[in-house]
Each structure stands twice: as structure tokens, then as C-alpha cells.
């Protein structure tokens, strides 16, 4: 075993544990490593983005080093819960902000497969590159809004890191001096909702999450709003948030953290977050249980979800 590890590329192990322990590559665990092997391989001869497959008739350009991107295709869904929970809870008729979006692997989901309308925001001006891109492939034009902005408590300017691919962030007293940067405008979550309120929010933004849900008291008021998947990670204490203090915010608006089993369809009350990190906020659960068992069942390699 460790003559394995020993020539194995740098981070390769934790990366094939993961991949041998996710749910889905658990099906097929040969398939899943095959996979893996030739990414490894094909990644280092073209030296690209490369267009893969994702889920149904949908694509993702996809670039060597990019972790969430190329988990998406050792495995079908690189977030299994959070992935395969918005594609059972959406419908064509929803709205879905992607706050954080990234390359727009949730953005395409909600958009490319469940037809539902999507605004994307993504703050880094060469992440937001790719994810136009991937809008573009997929033909999604009509149906995504992609903002390169920011999100916060109030309208303005912040400074972001844009070195650190999947973990950029607002940049803190902590980071180092000479860290590459860009200023990026800002909005509110209240501000892009305002026409249409969604029904799912996902937000992934480095422990930023407090600021983005104190300029949200709108749109987490409204019926329409169901669900709201939040990664809490423990990075907010780079700005001195408190996590408790925001989960107690986002439950004073009637949401409950759930957990929730794709492979069964089993929405659960709990108190705790999923294996990637994210926290799933529901209310109106009866609503949101019934929509997930009457969804229909979606392919991802190979497997029924």
C-alpha cells in the first residue's frame, strides 16, 4: 500500500478514497477509478479545458486542477446530496440563484436539466469566463442570467482573491500582503430577487455566507423560497462570523436543517450538514417532500436517481 501511495501523483490519495467511498462511484467503484485514470492521463496530453459529459444531454468545459469540476466527472455528482437534491426538488416553472456558482456545475443541473430558470453569480472575472462558457455549450442563454458581481450586506465594491481556484474568497485581514486580487462590484440577494423570488438558493462563498444572507431579509421571507443549501465549512472566521449566529438567523425565517438521502428519497430533520460540508434549510416540508417523491427519476452513470 505504500509503495502505491508513494507513486501516486501529489493529493491523488485523498482523492481515490473519496471516489471509493462516494455514493454513486460505489455502484461502479472499476468505472469510477477508469475514470480517474484517464482524466489523469488525458488531462496532461491535451493541456486544455475539455468538453465531458455531465448529466442527461448536458456538458462542462472543464480544465485540469478545477476540484469540484473534474470530481463531476469521476463520479456524476461531485455534491451528491445537495446535486441531487435540487434535481428532485426543481421544476421548469422555478427560479434557482446560484450565488458562487463557480463554472456553473449547479447552474447547468438546474438549468440544462431541470429547465428551470436560473441566475448564476459568480464574482472572479476569469472563473465567470467559464461559466459563460458552459452556458454557452449547453444553449442555456434564455434561460441563465450569469452576473460577474459579488454579494454582500449592502451595494459597493470588495476585493477578492483570485489565485486560489475553488477557495477564492473576500479578501480578510488575515491574507497575506501580497496575495493577487481584483475589486468586483456588489449586490444584494434582495436586489437579484426582487423581480421573481426563487425557490432554491444555493451559496458557496468561503465563509462570506453572513454578509450574504444580511442583505437577503426579502427573499427569505417569501413563500415561494423552500429551500436553501448553504456550504458552512468553519471559514467565516476569517471575518469573525459566527456560524451559530447565522443558522440562527436563517431559522428565525421558518427553516429547519434537513439532510437528505438521494438514493431513497428521504428527506430528514436533523442537525447536522451533509459529507460535503453543505447545510440543507427547509421549510414547508410536506410541500418540499412531495415534490421530491413525485420528480421524475434522472440517469447519472448508469444509475436511476
Known sequence: MRQIRAILPAGAW????????????????PGALARWVRWQVGSRVTLGPVVVPFVGETVLLVNPGMTGA??????GLHEFSGMAFLLHYLRATDRFIDVGANIGSYTILA??????????????????HRLR???????????????????ASTPGILR???SLDTINHVLSRDDVADVDTVEVPVTTLDQLAEERPPALIKVD?????TEVFAGAEHVLAQPELRAVLVELNGSGVRYGFDEAALQRRIESFGFRLHTYDPLERILRPSGRKDSDGN????????????RIRQSPPVRVLGVDL
Open 133 to 151: 462558457a458552459n452556458v454557452r455549450l449547453n444553449d442555456l442563454d434564455n434561460r441563465v442570467r450569469a452576473m460577474n458581481v459579488g454579494l
Open 160 to 162: 477578492f482573491t483570485r
Open 111 to 128: 438549468a440544462g436539466v431541470r429547465h428551470a430558470e436560473a441566475i448564476a453569480v459568480e464574482p472572479l472575472p476569469a472563473t465567470f
Open 70 to 75: 473534474t470530481g463531476n466527472i469521476y463520479v
Open 14 to 29: 485523498g482523492t481515490l478514497r473519496w471516489i471509493w467511498n462516494h455514493p454513486l462511484a460505489a455502484r461502479n467503484r
Open 279 to 290: 447545510a440543507l434549510y427547509v421549510r414547508d416540508f410536506a410541500e418540499v417532500q412531495n
Open 205 to 209: 462563498v468561503e465563509g462570506f455566507e
